[in-house]
């Protein structure tokens, strides 16, 4: 129980004390005149009871206004219209002021007219600098006729019940407005600097739209940091040989013939041949790529050259040993024709032993075919240069020797891997063992 509350087992204070006597349950005045508290149960042992009497009810409120002295009194009043915070009296007793009715005593020690300063307390809620509230307070009843001071025995009793009720309510209802005011108060800061927080997102996000989507604004693609600077880098040379070209099985073009500008040094031992590179006009292929890739095959020492035995160089002007032609497939097969050989039925190449050239069918460097597939389109290239300059060297066709090897260089991989029931691997080299066996 709290320090001011009653119990049924504890001694009685006051006149009815002192007395001795037991005032009855349900009796007592049935009346009460002007000031005096009405008659309020009085603890009991929990049994079911009438009312306290009157004489019952005024010993309770003496008792608890027991804790309520006049120090408290004058120190209530003053600290509800000052609001200040604690101090500590002479006594050492601390001095509080703020919210509600507890410890209000600061203004009793406070020299008079002086106000505190600063942000304080009061009983009707926050009051920033200091300033004076006007709140209510209690009045205190007068001396009695027998002399200065407080009444005395059981009128003072009645008379301090009866003067206190009426500004406690009012302090309580005060303080308790205050705490409500204050909530509200922070309740609607709060709401409010959510609401500007949240609109104040909104605005910004509203004026990056705007700004993304103004003449100015760039796209996304343009901030974006692109590979290299946005440098193109050119395709290697492995890259491009490994590619297919469009190109169609039936295409044609002029029929003419243009030279590949340049030439390149036999980087070998033994016989030098000579050679030149020709494209036809109108053919939609990199002739450049073309003679790079003649050279460099012949001169790889898996080829014609391997041990030094001979090395190829190309040349642009003057009198070559043979001319490797690229062409479309009806100029091939109109050139073919003229050594005897058709090349219509599978749109193949060949070496027109009856004049300079050496026939490459333009369709088969750009697309390749079914026996090697898309993935090895970079070997095949090499094949076919290999194949076609081996007949102009001398050799002739050959057949699978063995199951799972590699197809020797002059079998007509374009057209099969299988000859005499036996299959070999796709190889576009006469000397595989040189470097190691193609993939």
Known sequence: MGKHSARADRPRQGSAAGSGRRVPDGQGPADHGPGELPPVPGPGSGRRRGGASGDDAAVLAADFDAGFGPDFDAGFSAGLRTGSGPETD???????????????????????????????????????????????????????????????????????????????????????????????????????????????????????????????????????????????????????MARAYPLDAKASASGEFETVEGGEKAPGKGEVLRYRVDVEKGLPLDAALFADAVHRTLNDDRSWGHD??????????????????????????????????????????????????VMINAYRWA????????????????????????????????????????????????????????TCRPNPWPHPEATGSPS
């Open 90 to 240: 002479a006594a050492g007793r601390e001095q509080s002021a703020g919210w509600g009715v507890i410890g209000a005593q600061r203004a009793q020690d406070a020299p008079a007219g002086q106000v505190p300063s600063g942000r304080t307390h009061s009983a009707t809620g926050f009051s920033p600098g200091g300033l004076d509230v006007a709140t209510p307070t209690r009045t205190r009843p007068a001396a009695s006729a027998d002399g200065p001071g407080r009444p005395r025995g059981r009128a003072a009793t009645r008379t301090r019940s009866a003067s206190r009720a009426p500004g406690g309510a009012v302090a309580r209802t005060v303080t308790g407005v205050a705490a409500a005011v204050v909530t509200a108060v922070l309740a609607v800061t709060v709401a409010g600097q959510v609401e500007e927080t949240t609109e104040s997102k909104a605005q910004a996000r509203s004026m990056d739209l705007a700004k993304r989507g103004g003449p100015d604004a760039a796209s996304r693609s343009d901030s974006r940091p692109t590979p290299n600077g946005g440098v193109t880098i050119p395709a290697t040379y492995e890259q491009k």
């Open 308 to 357: 030094g035995k001979r090395t190829f160089e190309r040349v642009s002007s003057g009198k070559p040993d043979f001319v490797v032609t690229l062409a479309s497939p009806r100029t091939t097969a109109t050139w073919c024709a003229k050594s005897g050989l058709d090349t219509t039925e599978d749109n193949v190449s060949c070496d027109s032993a009856a004049t300079d050239r």
């Open 367 to 422: 697309q390749g075919s079914q026996t090697y597939g898309d993935g090895r389109m970079y070997l095949y290239r090499q094949m076919l240069i290999n194949h076609e300059v081996g007949h102009r060297l001398g050799h002739d066709h050959e057949s699978c020797s063995e199951e799972g090897a590699l197809a020797p260089v002059m079998m007509q991989q374009t057209k099969f891997l299988t000859s005499d029931g036996k």
